[in-house]
């Protein structure tokens, strides 16, 4: 798998909620939490490149 930014995995995964049929409401709170946690991210200065999809970016919070 090819690197990615956190921006695009968060794209990709309110996509893939989309495809899966999630509800309008669901995927909204999604979009609202994860738009905060993109925010924080960006703040603390996190590397934007995820490595791996199953890393976890820890210590963020």
């Given amino acids: 798998m090819s690197n990615m930014t956190v921006k ?3 794209d ?5 909620c ?4 999630k509800s309008h409401g669901t995927i909204d709170c999604y979009q609202d ?3 905060g946690f993109y925010w924080c991210v960006s703040i603390q ?3 934007d490149y995820i ?3 199953d890393q976890v970016i ?3 919070f």
């Fill in 8 to 10: 695009q995995a968060i």
């Fill in 12 to 16: 990709g995964f309110l996509l893939n």
């Fill in 18 to 21: 989309k495809v899966e049929g």
């Fill in 33 to 35: 939490k994860l738009k």
């Fill in 45 to 47: 200065e996190v590397p």
């Fill in 51 to 53: 490595i791996k999809a």
């Fill in 58 to 60: 820890s210590g963020v």
